[in-house]
């Protein structure tokens, strides 16, 4: 595995390649997560794939040029994340490609679908959080009172801590969302990123009659992964959507949120080869 960096205007983005095989497949982690998170893959499906895994932003070592409260209150769209990946594609020689996407990621990956696909293989989704990312991720990302709370609280280290010891008592979130969320605000960089997160991504919502439309239309391969025990995206957010799609697979495994180990890599596997 090696890593390198993709410079543009926008962002210096940090990125591991592993993987021998023809097809590319561009890879987009969870929450506090890297590029890293899928080399699992590697172990069953290097000969078919080159991976792409890239840190996103706000997280390791992929960092914006303008990383100001400023830029990231202004926010990034659609057209413009798809862009930034276009001309990565572009840079590498990549014509066409699959993505796969965990939890956060999966947002990275359906914006690529809606935007981008003529050029997209396979679309696959793990803790499809950008079917139904819940009340509290719309609420902290585009309301402007919730936005100005979040902004408040998640660069104060006490009033982020109260905050979510708050929410898992009203059972807004979960015990698991609340150990991954609560070992991401340790700093203030943190916090920041955190807060940065909910901020700057808040455009990336799924157009679902766009997305079941370039998927349909385009033939792309649909693979949906589910843990039986993940409260935080339950297999139910996907049944209206998924039910609508003329060719869908669904893998369901006997895992909570975090199921990205080796049982999720020979299923999916099974699925790929």
């Given at each position: 595995?090696?890593?390198?960096?993709?410079?543009?205007?926008?962002?210096?983005?940090?990125?591991?390649?592993?993987?021998?095989?023809?097809?590319?497949?561009?890879?987009?982690?969870?929450?506090?997560?890297?590029?890293?998170?899928?080399?699992?893959?590697?172990?069953?499906?290097?000969?078919?794939?080159?991976?792409?895994?890239?840190?996103?932003?706000?997280?390791?070592?992929?960092?914006?040029?303008?990383?100001?409260?400023?830029?990231?209150?202004?926010?990034?769209?659609?057209?413009?994340?798809?862009?930034?990946?276009?001309?990565?594609?572009?840079?590498?020689?990549?014509?066409?490609?699959?993505?796969?996407?965990?939890?956060?990621?999966?947002?990275?990956?359906?914006?690529?679908?809606?935007?981008l696909p003529q050029m997209v293989n396979e679309y696959i989704v793990v803790a499809p959080s950008s079917l139904n990312p819940g009340m509290l991720i719309p609420f902290f990302s585009?309301?402007?009172?919730?936005?100005?709370?979040?902004?408040?609280?998640?660069?104060?280290?006490?009033?982020?801590?109260?905050?979510?010891?708050?929410?898992?008592?009203?059972?807004?979130?979960?015990?698991?969302?609340?150990?991954?969320?609560?070992?991401?605000?340790?700093?203030?960089?943190?916090?920041?990123?955190?807060?940065?997160?909910?901020?700057?991504?808040?455009?990336?919502?799924?157009?679902?009659?766009?997305?079941?439309?370039?998927?349909?239309?385009?033939?792309?391969?649909?693979?949906?992964?589910?843990?039986?025990?993940?409260?935080?995206?339950?297999?139910?957010?996907?049944?209206?959507?998924?039910?609508?799609?003329?060719?869908?697979?669904?893998?369901?495994?006997?895992?909570?949120?975090?199921?990205?180990?080796?049982?999720?890599?020979?299923?999916?596997?099974?699925?790929?080869?």
């Amino acid at each position: 595995m090696t890593d390198y960096y993709f410079e543009n205007d926008l962002v210096s983005l940090h990125y591991y390649k592993f993987g021998n095989g023809p097809q590319a497949m561009l890879c987009f982690h969870g929450y506090g997560m890297h590029g890293k998170q899928f080399k699992l893959l590697e172990v069953t499906l290097d000969l078919k794939y080159t991976f792409y895994g890239f840190d996103l932003f706000f997280h390791k070592e992929t960092k914006l040029k303008d990383q100001s409260l400023a830029a990231v209150k202004k926010g990034i769209s659609k057209k413009e994340l798809a862009a930034l990946f276009a001309e990565f594609c572009q840079h590498e020689g990549i014509e066409r490609f699959s993505v796969i996407g965990y939890s956060m990621g999966t947002h990275y990956a359906t914006v690529i679908v809606e935007e981008l696909p003529q050029m997209v293989n396979e679309y696959i989704v793990v803790a499809p959080s950008s079917l139904n990312p819940g009340m509290l991720i719309p609420f902290f990302s585009k309301n402007k009172i919730g936005n100005k709370i979040l902004e408040k609280v998640a660069l104060n280290q006490s009033a982020l801590t109260g905050m979510l010891k708050l929410f898992r008592r009203l059972r807004f979130i979960n015990d698991e969302d609340y150990k991954i969320l609560f070992a991401e605000i340790g700093t203030a960089e943190l916090r920041f990123n955190f807060y940065a997160c909910f901020t700057y991504l808040r455009f990336l919502e799924t157009d679902e009659p766009r997305l079941l439309k370039a998927l349909d239309e385009q033939n792309i391969k649909s693979i949906f992964i589910f843990g039986k025990r993940d409260k935080s995206f339950p297999l139910r957010i996907g049944d209206k959507f998924i039910g609508k799609l003329k060719q869908a697979e669904v893998i369901i495994l006997d895992e909570g949120h975090e199921m990205i180990k080796k049982d999720f890599v020979y299923a999916l596997t099974n699925l790929l080869l």
